[in-house]
């Protein structure tokens, strides 16, 4: 299976910082990687996938870079709704294989 | 607007098998292949298998083939079925629509205890 890691597990942070959460795989997965945000009491949802598209609706100040094994995630300008947990994971190859999360504290 | 719903007993006791249902609305149901996610406070989030209308499967081999899912047209569900449970089969169990590895939408999730 694919290995995926994060950094920082967890951050504290205030509106309106850059953010940067790095996520590395243990094998080349080219570029095939998503982004998920979680906020307490739901479900993931997509916002990033094959980076750097976009999924529609999520705001601009997202974005996400990387190919290989290496990947970032940056949210220019952090909002009071982004405080959430981020979660990476390769779409590459079954099984299917997520980040341990990084939260994001204000 | 795609929506998913699942559900499920919540309570299980080890040993025994849990069924949880996943309910589609707003797409239709072979428009997608078909996830089932779990997480949990030890393993984070894990992708256990997914369906697709023709049949096609694929489960993740940590599941040791406790698993199976299946998939109703007519009613616009799936389902998982996972035996032999124990504690560690603990956690909240999403569906989600897959396409090229990426889950998008997501269920709400339901929660499952294995307790005795």
């Known amino acids: 299976d694919i290995q995926m890691t994060q950094s920082p597990s967890s951050v504290s942070a205030s509106v309106g910082d850059r953010l940067t959460i790095t996520c590395r795989a243990s094998?080349?997965?080219?570029?095939?990687l998503a982004w998920y945000q979680q906020k307490p009491g739901k479900g993931p949802e997509l916002l990033i996938s094959?980076?750097?598209s976009l999924q529609r609706g999520v705001p601009s100040r997202f974005s996400a870079s990387g190919s290989g094994t290496d990947f970032t995630l940056t949210i220019n300008g952090l909002q009071p709704e982004d405080f959430a947990t981020y979660y990476c994971?390769?779409?590459?190859?079954?099984?299917?294989?997520f980040g341990p999360g990084t939260r994001v504290d204000l | 607007q795609v929506q998913l719903q699942e559900s499920g007993p919540g309570l299980v006791k080890p040993s025994e098998t849990v069924s949880l249902i996943c309910s589609v609305s707003g797409v239709s149901i072979t428009s997608y292949y078909w996830s089932w996610i779990r997480q949990s406070p030890g393993k984070g989030l894990e992708w256990l298998g997914y369906i697709y209308h023709s049949g096609l499967s694929s489960y993740n081999p940590s599941l040791q083939g406790r698993l199976s899912l299946s998939l109703d047209k007519s009613r616009s569900q799936f389902s998982l079925r996972l035996t032999s449970l124990s504690p560690s089969d603990t956690g909240i169990y999403y569906c989600?629509?897959?396409?090229?590895?990426?889950?998008?939408?997501w269920g709400q999730g339901t929660t499952v205890i294995v307790s005795s």
């Open positions: 094959s980076a750097p």
């Open positions: 994971q390769q779409t590459d190859i079954a099984p299917f294989t």
């Open positions: 989600a629509g897959t396409r090229t590895g990426v889950f998008d939408p």
């Open positions: 094998h080349n997965i080219n570029n095939w």
